[in-house]
């Protein structure tokens, strides 16, 4: 779905080069587990209530990106980097 493509992909850029191995793991449940992406999506955008399991550090970055409080353009995906 679009939504979660723009929003974990722009997350993914700014946030996975800085996380430690305990928080990748807990991203990669994230996005790998649910069986709906809608889901994600409301639980990033606070609609609905995030489940035990996933209410987590990552979770609380996600919502906050999602906020997107400092009004930045996300019409698209980033570029993919070689790293």
């Known amino acids: 779905?679009?939504?979660n493509g723009l929003l974990l992909s722009t997350f993914a850029?700014?946030?996975l080069?800085?996380?430690s191995d305990s928080?990748?793991?807990q991203y990669d449940k994230l996005i790998?587990?649910?069986s709906n992406d809608w889901e994600i999506y409301y639980w990033m955008t606070e609609k609905k209530p995030t489940p035990k399991e996933y209410d987590n550090q990552v979770m609380d970055?996600?919502?906050n990106h999602a906020k997107n409080e400092k009004m930045e353009?996300?019409?698209r995906q980033p570029?993919?980097?070689q790293k």
Do not use: A, Y
Request: glycine fraction near 0%.
């Open 1 to 3: 779905m679009l939504e």
């Open 13 to 15: 850029d700014k946030h």
């Open 17 to 19: 080069d800085s996380f």
């Open 23 to 25: 928080l990748l793991d």
């Open 32 to 34: 790998n587990q649910p």
């Open 61 to 63: 970055l996600l919502k």
């Open 73 to 75: 353009e996300r019409i």
């Open 79 to 81: 570029n993919l980097q």
